[in-house]
């Protein structure tokens, strides 16, 4: 294996390995920076924008560019977080999210980003679009109000499922997550124990007869930010109190 | 086997079941029968190995692609700005009421569909529109009714071509009505060349040193970014993995954009010969022409020139009797996608997948086409290489600017009095170009097309190059009557259509700035939206993946910049907490005169 090198991400240290995405860098050195569509087990996808970091002072996406050496980068400044709030609020607004009655409140990574960052009420306007719903399949529905359009379950499907239940169709605002069947989810392959389903970040694919299993309390979310998993990892951090386990 | 199963069956086949071959495999399904069907998708699905979901994506991806059957004849009328301003909207409005239906539809007899779209690449002869694949120009109300009945008539849009344009416009492989409106030629681009020449000398040399030419020139891309073409060709001829790839970015989508077009029509013999250059420089023996969708009226007219270059040993094999030099060039149709432009979805595109970006690194020239390494360059590019090659590399370097060598096809439009096709050393100044395409005191000048800026009169007399004003052609200008908001709005209708949709910014934020600005225009503006406009605006050019979303909000940003009289007007302040144009006494007058009604019980 080649040798490992060094970066700085806010002025600090890290050591990277060749081959590593500044996000995979980062997390491995406990430094948290905010993303919504990559996923550790998955390929890096590049669509939410979230994990944008100034490197050497140009936006890049931490989850699609390699960690080089001496690369210096920025993540946690004021304007960065703003631009994410931007980001989460577009993804708010774009969809038809409803916190109060969704089955994924408290494990949801959209939810839990938008409490992270600050955000009570977006700054657009809601767009209210017309989207679908499939309950057709015995252990699986869609919610398509919900989807933002992250990619993990067209991956995990591909990828590590190996059977592409889902893809996009469509182009623009009009574009949609979509299944390898002409209109219900039932006429697909897709299982309950599959990736695809338990990689959703937020309440678009859920597996039916789960909800609400944790109580308002023990969810993912209740105690620790987002992300306070990665930072415990960091040498010197004191401990996380829950979090992701 | 029903027909529609043999015909998909034929058509795959003839692809070799290659699913690369998936932008020409629907669209032949189209023509043949329609529209790409949900049966379509599974046979084609079957057909090619691939999932039925990926066809569907690849289908609802590009605006000429459709899954449900339109008209025989589907007439598009082109929404341009420059075509709304030469009188679109009447036109429009004829071919809506002569065929009774609203532009989406089709009529009941399945004769006709009506609809928008994006520019054309006819802005010079506007308002325009394609019926099939054939462009009418200089429309009027009038003419779109006769051209309405005529087809009732005879059922044949190429019949409404009466009296034909000039060059090869005429030619019998294209017999359109569009004209070339060359306007001013330069010693470039617009000059005569002998087929074979530029070729002869390069292969005089060795590729290193033609790629040194190259750089010599200075020669830097033309299709809007500007990189140093010989720099690109260095990268790929030295990037590993075989074999390489030639591209020619013939998209052309920009608004306000046709400079490709002339060169398509009329020089196609300096484009081939530069791809041939970029061939055996890098040792690619593949060159793909990405033709869009709407120039696919000229296809003919290019694969007969491709096929006398081929007779002429100047494509195919051992050309010019130089054994091992194997080279040939293939034409790819686009299918209504601006993104396709961008190079990384061009590539995509050809692969037979979605117009999306590719993520970068790795770039095309590491890894492109088919994970090969890949030379993507505009056509006006490749006809200064094989010029550079002709002349010489210092004759290039001394024609232009110091830091712009050689010339600049522009494509003129909107409010002047001759609007075409100029070819203009580098370096020459915005207002000597206005005073002679004939602009009357123009209010301003989109530079570069929506993704450039909107320029005033206080910068009229900056330079066009790259390091000043910086552009891929396009020039509209506006003349005093026009509204610099309304202009910014309509390029927001633009980018929010053409979305990819892959990242959230320009997904979302192109329509987001779209509809501000519409409330803007409607009159509910308020001072807040200034500020909140630029906030978005550098959000979605600071994050978006693509130059699609990095541009898109350039008119709002410099409209914004230059123009802020005209925003200002209508984004008054907050009066007593409450928006100027709120009507307190309308909102609350039912309620009142229901608690009137109450009292007075
Ligand atoms: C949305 C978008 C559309 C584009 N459209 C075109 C186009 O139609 N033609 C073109 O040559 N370049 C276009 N480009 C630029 C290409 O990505 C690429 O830079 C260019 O083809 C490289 O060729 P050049 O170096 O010869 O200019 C576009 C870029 C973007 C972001
Ligand atoms: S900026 Fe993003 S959404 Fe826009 S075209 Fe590029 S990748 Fe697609
Ligand atoms: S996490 Fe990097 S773009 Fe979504």
Request: proline letters at 5%; one cysteine or more; a neutral charge.
């Amino acid at each position: 294996m080649s040798e490992s090198f060094t970066l700085t991400i806010d002025g600090v240290e890290v050591t990277a390995q060749p081959g590593q995405s500044i996000l995979q860098a980062a997390d491995a050195a406990g430094v948290y920076i905010p993303r919504l569509c990559a996923h550790p087990e998955l390929e890096a996808f590049g669509a939410c924008r979230v994990c944008t970091v100034k490197v050497n002072g140009r936006p890049q996406a931490a989850c699609t560019t390699p960690a080089t050496k001496g690369m210096i980068v920025e993540n946690d400044t004021p304007e960065l977080n703003e631009h994410r709030r931007s980001l989460i609020e577009m993804l708010f607004v774009e969809g038809n999210h409803f916190c109060m009655f969704c089955e994924r409140s408290g494990n949801c990574e959209l939810q839990a980003l938008a409490y992270r960052l600050g955000i009570d009420a977006p700054r657009h306007d809601y767009q209210y679009p017309a989207r679908t719903l499939d309950g057709s399949h015995p252990e699986v529905f869609i919610d398509r109000n919900r989807c933002i359009l992250c990619g993990r379950c067209v991956r995990a499907s591909r990828d590590v499922d190996g059977k592409h239940v889902f893809d996009f169709v469509g182009r623009g605002k009009g574009k949609r997550i979509w299944i390898d069947a002409e209109s219900r989810l039932a006429d697909t392959p897709l299982e309950g124990e599959d990736k695809a389903v338990e990689v959703c970040p937020v309440g678009a694919i859920l597996r039916k007869g789960a909800a609400y299993a944790a109580p308002i309390g023990r969810r993912l979310y209740d105690h620790d930010p987002i992300g306070a998993d990665i930072e415990a990892k960091r040498v010197g951090a004191p401990a996380a109190k829950g979090g992701k386990s | 086997m029903s027909e529609l199963a043999t015909g998909v069956r034929e058509i795959c086949d003839r692809s070799g079941g290659d699913r690369a071959r998936m932008m020409d495999i629907v669209q032949e399904v189209q023509a043949r029968f329609g529209c790409v069907s949900g049966e379509a998708l599974n046979l084609i699905a079957a057909a090619t190995g691939v999932h039925r979901v990926e066809v569907e994506g690849v289908v609802s991806f590009y605006t000429f692609l459709s899954g449900r059957p339109k008209g025989r004849m589907v007439i598009r009328v082109c929404d341009d700005i420059v075509d709304e301003m030469s009188g679109m909207r009447p036109v429009a409005e004829a071919f809506s009421q002569e065929l009774g239906i609203p532009f989406g539809g089709t009529t009941p007899d399945g004769q006709f569909s009506l609809e928008y779209t994006a520019c054309i690449g006819l802005s010079d002869q506007a308002p325009a529109a394609l019926i099939n694949d054939v462009p009418v120009t200089y429309l009027s109300s009038d003419k779109a009714r006769e051209i309405v009945a005529a087809l009732r008539r005879h059922g044949d849009p190429r019949k409404l071509v009466h009296r034909l344009g000039d060059g090869n416009n005429a030619h019998p492989l294209v017999r359109s009505m569009v004209h070339n409106s060359i306007r001013s030629k330069g010693p470039i681009v617009f000059a005569p060349f002998e087929d074979g020449s530029a070729l002869r000398k390069a292969i005089a040399m060795s590729p290193v040193e033609v790629i040194r030419d190259i750089k010599t020139s200075r020669l830097r891309g033309r299709g809007g970014a500007g990189f140093p073409t010989g720099m690109k060709w260095e990268f790929v001829r030295a990037a590993e993995g075989e074999p390489k790839y030639v591209f020619c970015n013939a998209d052309e989508g920009e608004p306000g954009t046709f400079k490709d077009r002339v060169i398509l029509t009329e020089y196609s013999g300096l484009l081939f010969e530069g791809m041939t250059i970029a061939g055996y420089a890098m040792g690619a023996q593949l060159g793909i022409l990405y033709l869009r969708g709407e120039y696919a009226y000229l296809r003919l007219l290019l694969e007969h020139f491709l096929d006398e270059r081929r007779r002429r040993g100047l494509l195919g094999r051992n050309i010019l009797g130089r054994a091992g030099f194997d080279f040939d060039i293939r034409i790819q149709m686009g299918a209504g996608a601006y993104v396709c432009g961008e190079e990384t979805s061009l590539i995509s595109s050809c692969e037979g997948r979605r117009g999306d970006p590719k993520n970068r690194p790795p770039f095309p020239a590491q890894r492109g086409y088919l994970g090969k390494p890949t030379a993507v360059n505009n056509v006006e590019t490749f006809c200064c290489v094989a010029r550079i090659l002709d002349q010489s590399p210092g004759w290039f370097a001394q024609i232009g600017s110091r830091q712009s060598a050689g010339t600049k096809l522009f494509s003129v439009s909107g409010d002047v009095a001759s609007p075409g096709v100029y070819e203009y050393p580098f370096g020459v100044r915005l207002r000597q170009v206005l005073e002679e395409v004939g602009a009357e005191s123009p209010i301003a000048v989109q530079i570069g097309g929506p993704s450039g800026q909107m320029v005033g009169p206080a910068d009229f007399d900056r330079t066009i190059c790259y390091d000043d004003l910086a552009t891929g052609g396009s020039m509209i200008v506006f003349g005093p009557e026009r509204d610099p908001v309304y202009i910014a709005k309509r390029f927001l209708d633009f980018f929010a259509h053409e979305s990819c949709g892959y990242c959230t910014p320009c997904r979302v934020g192109t329509e987001l700035m779209r509809k501000k600005l519409a409330a803007i225009l409607d009159g509910r503006g308020e001072a807040d939206d200034l500020p909140y406009l630029e906030d978005l605006a550098r959000t979605v050019k600071f994050t978006s993946r693509c130059g699609l979303g990095q541009t898109a909000p350039n008119p709002v940003l410099s409209t914004l910049k230059n123009f802020r009289d005209a925003f200002e007007r209508r984004c008054p302040a907050r009066q007593e907490g409450r928006r100027a144009a709120f009507d307190l006494a309308a909102a609350t007058a039912e309620a009142e005169s229901i608690v009137l009604e109450q009292a007075a019980r």
